[in-house]
């Protein structure tokens, strides 16, 4: 399922065409830059398999048509292969979005046979202790282990990397694995900065010339390879002057069902804490997507403040990313700072800055999700 980013611009004619299913918030691996929460006795009230099912259900009929099921690690749901066959019953498109973490041959049989379509399988390096680093545990072989199974038993698969300055020399690596293990896709997805990657920035942030070597590497692989595999290279934000339409505009086609029910047109709009994101034990989802207050909440471009009320350019981005200006600004009405038009545009240019005069050498050690550091992320960087 494409990502944001991706450069895939899609006009969704007001539906929500990309449904993802957060089935859990729990996950092995203490991913540095998750934006997941890690307080999971708040979350533990999981939908059942049957209220899965109805989300399914709803979904298609108000026009969903890509499906993600996705976590944390959603192979930690036991229920996973069943609500993967309702969904292809009701004619999803369907993706796995995963660490690998859980999965077996075994389990890929019986996921394809429950009609599962294409894999997007996460790698954070090309070595174990690089790997290691990044996640907090041991699993590099058995990723590539699980890569490798997937192509045996026919599946597309996207190879999603999680770009940062700790793996950023990889990127002809990981071009030379994807093309060995015969993968369709990798996506070079530099971070986004938000929840625990906003906090480890000043370590996770890539230099101007990192990213400028970095796309030059893929840019002799797209003309020596095509597209076998093909490549996407997102870059971060902060190296933008206009930030990208955050899921093509807030409400606009995607639509996200967090592990307890909640709807959110985002993974990250929980962050806005003034909004009550309607939950799908006490509303249907035709009302959720067309007339709760949060999903209209910065719909269209009516909620504006200059300078996004009076540029030329609004319906390009909407302003950007929501959460990025309540994180960075205070006020999620703000524009998007990524902006060189928005009056706090100052806040990007200091972190690159920063990582400018810092180099490409770390110089602390990584804040990793987990368990006791619910507060962490909360602490928005110290650079």
Sequence with gaps: MPKTGSGLSLDG???????????????????????????FDRYRNELTTEEWKAVLREGRRLGSLQLGFSGGEPALRKDLEELVGEADRLGYYTNLITSGVGIDAERIRDLKKAGLKQVQLSLQACDSELNETMVGIDVFDQKIAVARELKAQGFPMVLNVPVSRYNIGQTQAFID??????????????????????????????????????????????????NKPKI??????????RPKACMNGWGSI??????????????????????????????????????????????????????C???????????????????????????????????????????????????PRSERPLYMRQRGQENL???????
């Design 13 to 39: 004619l007001g539906l929500p065409l990309w449904l993802v299913l957060e089935l859990t918030y729990k996950c092995p691996l203490k991913c540095p830059w998750c934006n997941n929460p890690v307080d």
């Design 254 to 307: 995607h639509l996200t069902i967090a592990p307890d029910g909640s709807a959110l047109p985002c993974q990250e709009a929980r962050l806005i804490k003034e909004l009550d994101f309607p939950n799908v034990r006490d509303h249907g989802l035709d009302w959720i997507w067309k007339e709760s207050p949060a999903f209209r909440k910065f719909r269209g471009d009516d909620w504006m403040k200059d300078p």
């Design 377 to 383: 992320a909360a602490a928005a960087g110290d650079d």
């Design 309 to 359: 009320r009076s540029c030329d350019e609004k319906e390009k981005d909407f302003g950007g990313c929501r959460c990025q200006a309540l994180m960075l600004t205070g006020d999620a009405a703000n524009t998007d700072p990524v902006c060189t038009k928005s009056p706090h545009r100052h806040l990007i240019d200091e972190a690159v800055a920063a990582a400018q005069k810092r180099g």
């Design 232 to 241: 996407y290279f997102v870059i971060p934000d902060y190296y933008s002057e």
């Design 177 to 226: 694995l994807a093309a060995d293990l015969g993968v369709e896709y990798i996506e070079f997805a530099n971070l986004q900065y938000y929840n625990w990657a906003l906090l480890n920035r000043s370590e996770l942030l890539p230099t101007r010339e990192q990213l400028e070597e970095s796309e030059e590497v893929v840019k002799r692989a797209r003309e020596r390879l095509g």
